[in-house]
């Protein structure tokens, strides 16, 4: 990082475990950790205003952030610094009004039906954070950009599987009744009974699943970014991967698990491993992303556009 100097630590990911990013960020470029952490900054700004207990104020303001985000005055420092960091680096403003809208809906304590509801929120939440973060890595294709979205979702996915006591606590419930086999109030997963228990855990398992299945593909993806600024997201991705085994084996899933640093440490080794492997150099054509993952956000900002 030089001289000591930690740029993410005024700032946590939104949706994205901001320790777990912070590790991964210890091998950025000095200049592109400055960059994320100004867009960090504005990412904690709506997910704060989205975890507020006061949805009266925090409409209004998300409303003012979005009008900005359209060509309005910012309503505070964090939004000023991004609009002036999206017209430095061209990062996507069509990604930054997605997340803001999608933040909005938080305040409507969402339940979700549908894993397709699910994946449209995670895109919303942390798809488009990817996107944001493509030209701060120094991704120029677009190509990249549903790969980065899957990245995004797949953080997300394991956030909600991690966080399904807090997120009750809230009055909100993310894994949908489809998976759940029936609507279960958050009530109910806060004192949760044999039945309810089952039900969650089996959720939990299709929830996690899907995960993995969007993290594979952000795994295909990582040749589009340049080597200075990979190793620090194939570090932010198998850490951010190892949450998911230590939510399937806990015995209490209200309470948020976390990674020691010790595995922290293993799953940095093995992203070196993965960033010194031949085949993450390969040339020829870009790797094809698989539109399926892509079908319930299709036509939203950097799905893939033959989904």
């Not at 209004?60 to 952030?65: G, K, N, R, S, Y």
């Not at 990062?91 to 809208?101: E, I, K, N, Q, Y």
């Not at 950009?145 to 009055?171: S, Y």
Request: with cysteine.
């Amino acid at each position: 990082m030089g001289q000591g100097v930690d740029p993410l630590a005024p700032a946590e990911a939104v949706h994205w475990d901001g320790r777990s990013f912070h590790w991964a960020a210890r091998v950025m470029p000095a200049a592109t950790a400055r960059d994320a952490a100004a867009l960090y900054a504005f990412c904690r700004r709506i997910d704060d205003l989205g975890d507020t207990t006061d949805p009266a104020t925090a409409g209004p303001t998300l409303d003012a952030v979005l009008a900005a985000l359209s060509g309005g005055l910012a309503p505070d420092p964090e939004t000023e610094r991004f609009l002036q960091l999206a017209q430095r680096r061209g990062v996507s403003l069509d990604a930054a009004r997605t997340l803001v809208r999608t933040v909005r809906g938080d305040l409507e304590a969402p339940r979700f039906a549908c894993p397709d509801a699910l994946i449209r929120y995670a895109h919303g939440v942390a798809g488009t954070v990817g996107v944001m973060m493509c030209p701060l890595l120094g991704v120029r294709d677009r190509r990249a950009w549903p790969f980065a979205v899957d990245l995004g979702i797949a953080m997300q996915l394991t956030n909600i599987a991690r966080d399904v006591g807090e997120d009750a606590a809230k009055g909100r419930r993310y894994l949908p009744a489809a998976w759940l086999g029936r609507s279960v109030p958050p009530a109910e997963l806060l004192a949760p009974d044999r039945e309810v228990d089952a039900r969650v855990r089996q959720a939990l398992a299709a929830n996690l699943d899907l995960a993995e299945r969007y993290y594979a593909s952000a795994g295909r993806g990582m040749r589009f970014i340049p080597a200075r600024t990979r190793l620090a997201m194939l570090a932010a991705r198998h850490v951010y991967a190892a949450i998911g085994p230590r939510v399937r084996a806990t015995h209490d899933w209200r309470q948020r698990v976390s990674l020691p640093p010790g595995r922290k440490a293993l799953c940095s080794l093995a992203a070196v491993a993965a960033f010194a492997r031949p085949g993450s150099w390969a040339v020829g054509p870009p790797p094809a992303h698989d539109p399926e993952l892509h079908r319930a956000i299709a036509g939203r900002v950097g799905a893939d556009p033959t989904a």
